[in-house]
């Protein structure tokens, strides 16, 4: 989940899951309690390594919303990076973390707890198909299919690029940044090791 301002200038990125390094005999069945990692796609074990592997492996689905909650998002999104520990297939789960900001930020009212019934839950109430058929209802006409196609967002962006692009920018950007570090050593006059 990114939550950001029209312009980037403000972001948050919540990406939860099991921590890759978990043997399997510790994970339990299926992956029950075991330690988490809070954005462990980039985080140096990436499984995403360019944009268009983002774009074959995922969908978006862009929910405008207003200034405050854009913020309100990305406080939540924060808040949550701090104090996620330990991931369940039961929740705290990849589903359940975003479900839990979209709740709480938008009212979604959803209680899935897998990746799909989040998508189900969030593409029926703010997918631009949902958005039109909810303003232009077509008596009769009640089931809507969800659509799974990778690369494509069923949302509104406004961007001002492609959604998996901007995306991709955003990932980049909270990245860790990496260090490096330098020391001069010498012996003094008294025959000490000195280090900076």
Same mark, same amino acid.
């Given at each position: 989940?990114?939550?950001?301002?029209?312009?980037?200038?403000?972001?948050?990125?919540?990406?939860?899951?099991?921590?890759?390094?978990?043997?399997?005999?510790?994970?339990?069945?299926?992956?029950?309690?075991?330690?988490?990692?809070?954005?462990?796609?980039?985080?140096?074990?990436?499984?995403?390594?360019?944009?268009?592997?983002?774009?074959?492996?995922?969908?978006?689905?862009?929910?405008?919303?207003?200034?405050?909650?854009?913020?309100?998002?990305?406080?939540?999104?924060?808040?949550?990076?701090?104090?996620?520990?330990?991931?369940?297939?039961?929740?705290?789960?990849?589903?359940?973390?975003?479900?839990?900001?979209?709740?709480?930020?938008?009212?979604?009212?959803?209680?899935?707890?897998?990746?799909?019934?989040?998508?189900?839950?969030?593409?029926?109430?703010?997918?631009?198909?949902?958005?039109?058929?909810?303003?232009?209802?077509?008596?009769?006409?009640? %089931?809507?299919?969800?659509?799974?196609?990778?690369?494509?967002?069923?949302?509104?962006?406004?961007?001002?690029?492609?959604?998996?692009?901007? %995306?991709?920018?955003?990932?980049?950007?909270?990245?860790?940044?990496?260090?490096?570090?330098?020391?001069?050593?010498?012996?003094?006059?008294?025959?000490?090791? %000195?280090?900076?």
């Amino acid at each position: 989940m990114v939550a950001s301002d029209p312009v980037g200038t403000k972001s948050a990125i919540l990406d939860w899951g099991p921590q890759s390094d978990v043997p399997l005999w510790q994970r339990g069945i299926p992956f029950h309690d075991v330690p988490g990692d809070i954005n462990y796609a980039y985080q140096g074990t990436s499984h995403m390594s360019s944009v268009d592997e983002l774009k074959r492996n995922y969908a978006s689905l862009t929910i405008q919303t207003n200034p405050e909650d854009t913020q309100n998002a990305i406080n939540a999104i924060n808040s949550s990076n701090r104090s996620l520990k330990k991931w369940d297939v039961a929740g705290p789960n990849c589903a359940s973390v975003c479900r839990d900001v979209v709740n709480k930020i938008l009212g979604l009212n959803s209680g899935a707890l897998s990746p799909r019934g989040f998508w189900t839950d969030a593409y029926l109430k703010y997918s631009k198909a949902a958005l039109a058929r909810n303003a232009n209802p077509t008596p009769g006409k009640t %089931v809507m299919e969800i659509p799974t196609g990778k690369g494509i967002d069923y949302g509104k962006p406004r961007y001002g690029m492609n959604t998996f692009d901007f %995306v991709w920018l955003l990932l980049q950007q909270h990245q860790p940044k990496p260090e490096a570090t330098s020391k001069f050593c010498y012996i003094d006059e008294n025959g000490k090791k %000195v280090c900076h």
